[in-house]
């Protein structure tokens, strides 16, 4: 019988998992409400593998990982999270965790669930994944990302290259996997040479060297920079880049990945001037002394400036339509305004267009994961596609959203007359009429709060 650590700060769970362990027995449980108590308790007791919640509060499932890899504890991790993340899965890839074990509502799945994850992770050789193991999760995380990403091992072949980085480079990933020999650059410069993706260890002088410029180090081994290439085309662009190294559990070096982005109409009015030596800065053609952080500052602001427009042509012109190239404005000069795509995808919807709807509000929720308005906005989607398309899929995805924002809103009385309604359009009727009755307690004893869309800020 494996032994396992069970560590949540949901005593409820922990007590229903451990009921059924103690029937199955098919593994021997012992539990912990917090990463505190799970360290106190691996101090006098060993275990075959640990479950570990990604969020709990004073220590995290991934600060409690890098505590236990840093004194040399290679025990198998599960790192138990209710949400898919790829930076989640990337950060706990590189602290050492051996699986993933997403949070299901129907217990016993959650349990048969478990046994095969602890039985997969304590099966694998105690050395760790083989390294094709490793690559073969690494590309198929990074097929999950909205954002361009690839990867190369430490011998500088590719090993992921997911679907935003063909539209990108349109370049197929089955052209380009298992190509070293710096092949990769060929798409973003015409030739090759060294990328940034291969300089996550270097200085910032070398970094420099390779023709980067606005180096900054945002992490430990993850560094930013921006630089000028050439199009299949021959005509110019900008690139922005971020690179990180990977590690094994055992802290040994096995890819480095990176993302790359057009940012050419970020820096449509700026050039390329050439240092002494090989360095390059940005420069504005009018003015060469002009400082590249005045120019981002000002561009940013434009880009609010956008997006207030988009507010203003939604709200109170009704346009839909309009509002959407507003937002599009402001994202094409900082793609990051998780407000604009939020915003973006309630005009979509407003048009009908779900599915554009949903790509923008997936969006918006993985720049902010815990905004309760873009949760709440996801999942009125999900639930609308559902409904139209007769898909429990849709609902049911609907629904863990709709819990997620519970989770952080519990009394506010929408997100339950919404789970009222997807709860019986998938049969579940007990749930139903939980979900009702919890609305009208939270009316009837007047603490409805309500989300405040961001967009009020703006008119």
């Known amino acids: 019988m494996l032994s396992v650590l069970f560590i949540d700060d949901e005593p409820a769970l922990l007590e229903m998992i451990k009921l059924m362990s103690e029937r199955s027995r098919e593994i021997s449980l012992d539990t912990a409400q917090s990463a505190k108590e799970g360290l106190k308790t691996l101090q006098s007791k060993t275990f075959d593998a640990i479950i570990v919640d990604y969020a709990m509060p004073e220590i995290s499932g991934i600060d409690f990982l890098k505590t236990l890899r840093s004194k040399g ?5 599960i790192i138990f999270t209710a949400v898919g993340r790829d930076n989640v899965a990337i950060e706990a890839l590189n602290y050492g965790a051996n699986f993933f074990l997403h949070k299901r509502e129907d217990p016993r799945m959650q349990f048969r669930e478990l046994v095969t994850v602890v039985t997969q992770a304590v099966e694998q050789n105690p050395v760790g994944r083989s390294l094709n193991a490793t690559q073969r999760i690494i590309s198929e995380m990074f097929n999950f990302s909205s954002d361009p990403i690839f990867a190369i091992d430490s011998d500088g072949q590719v090993i992921a290259w997911n679907e935003s980085m063909e539209q990108l ?8 996997i298992g190509k070293g020999d710096f092949a990769y650059a060929e798409p973003f410069f015409g030739t090759r040479r060294k ?4 300089l996550v260890f270097a200085t ?3 970094i420099r060297e390779a023709k980067y410029m606005l180096i900054s180090r945002v992490t430990k081994g993850t560094v930013i920079a921006v630089t000028r290439g050439e199009k299949p085309d021959g005509s110019e662009w900008t690139l922005w880049a971020k690179a990180k190294p990977l590690y094994d559990l055992h802290g040994s070096f096995i ?7 057009d940012v050419t109409a970020t820096f449509g009015d700026v050039a390329l ?14 003015d ?18 956008h997006y207030k427009e988009g507010v203003d042509l939604f709200v109170r012109e009704k346009d839909c339509t309009k509002a959407i190239a507003a937002f599009d404005r402001a994202l094409s000069i900082d793609d990051k305004l998780s407000y604009a795509w939020n915003d973006r995808g309630v005009c979509f919807r ?24 873009y949760l709440f906005n996801l999942g009125e989607t999900l639930e609308l596609i559902g409904v139209l398309y007769n898909s429990n899929k849709y609902v049911d995805s609907a629904i863990q959203t709709f819990r997620m924002v519970t989770d952080l809103l519990p009394n506010n009385a929408a997100v339950w007359d919404h789970l009222e309604i997807c709860y019986k359009e998938v049969g579940k009727n007990e749930e139903s009429k939980f979900s009702f009755d919890w609305a009208r307690d939270i009316r009837l004893g007047n603490k409805d709060t309500p989300i405040i869309p961001r967009r009020n800020e703006f008119l």
């Open 255 to 261: 890819a480095a990945v990176s993302t790359i982005r």
């Open 195 to 198: 990328m940034l993706v291969n």
């Open 273 to 286: 001037r050439q240092q002494s030596g090989n360095g390059f800065q940005l420069v504005a053609p009018s």
């Open 288 to 305: 060469k002394t002009a400082p590249v952080k005045g120019l981002i500052k000002k561009m940013l602001g434009r880009a609010l400036i």
């Open 350 to 373: 407003e048009l009908g267009d779900n599915t554009n709807a949903l790509k923008s509000h997936l969006r918006a929720v993985e720049l902010a994961p815990d905004n309760t308005e």
């Open 73 to 77: 504890d290679r025990t198998p991790v």
């Open 204 to 206: 910032d002088e070398e």
């Open 169 to 176: 480079t349109n370049v197929p990933a089955s052209t380009i």
